[in-house]
């Protein structure tokens, strides 16, 4: 029998767009990053066993605010949906925004213990993708890659992908990153990832 979720009770606290509006400082946070239309909502959906907690929308680039989900009954545990990245139709003026306050809340937050970046299997490891990760070793905090989508590749093909992403990660970050390939439709890797997040926010399944 499989053990009970620790995140199946996450709820929608909160979307800010500044850093005025965050919760306090004192909690445990785990941000999640990812391009748009990588499959960012949908694995949020997935981990906690949830359809529609992180809207999953058709148009790319629709987050553009930190939205916090509650992980009751623990007080002052979040999941942090990052804003998508790398749409270029975003207004420059608000690239400059997010640009500034993720600088900031990846330099300052003292509550956040990890960071997981999310990239479609197939176009994995854009610069963005990396600079999110150079974020969090930069602060030291652990990284999780989720390769989604895997079912989209045959099997021998989405290993061979997962192989190169770890040589390079390993190469570029040593072992603060680690990776998994993952299918928020096929269910596959979940619960490794939900392990890996629920550590993180120093909660124990079962």
């Known amino acids: 029998m499989a053990p009970p979720n620790p995140l199946a009770r996450a709820r929608y606290l ?3 767009h500044t850093h005025k509006q965050l919760p306090p400082d004192g909690g445990w946070e785990v941000a999640f990053a990812g391009r748009s239309n990588a499959g960012k909502s949908s694995a949020l959906n ?8 992180a809207r999953v929308s058709k148009t790319p680039g629709r987050t553009q605010q930190l939205v916090y989900f509650e992980v009751p009954p623990h007080e002052q545990h979040y999941l942090v949906d990052l804003p998508g990245y790398g749409y270029a139709k975003v207004p420059q003026e608000l690239q400059a925004h997010w640009q500034a306050f993720l ?4 330099g300052s937050r003292d509550a956040l213990k990890g960071l997981v970046v999310v990239m479609d299997i197939r176009h994995p490891l854009k610069d963005y993708d ?3 990760l150079g974020y969090a070793v930069e602060r030291g905090l652990p990284a999780h890659v989720l390769l989604t989508k895997a079912d989209k590749l045959s099997r021998g093909a989405a290993s061979n992908t997962l192989q190169a992403v770890r040589r390079e990660l390993s190469s570029a970050f040593g072992d603060s990153v680690s990776v998994q390939a993952f299918s928020s439709s096929a269910k596959q890797g979940v619960d490794e ?3 890996v997040v629920s550590s993180w926010l120093g909660l124990r399944e079962g």
């Open 14 to 16: 909160l979307a800010a």
């Open 46 to 53: 997935a981990l906690c066993q949830q359809n529609a907690l």
């Open 103 to 106: 600088d900031s809340y990846f």
């Open 130 to 132: 990396r600079q999110m």
């Open 193 to 195: 990832a939900r392990s």
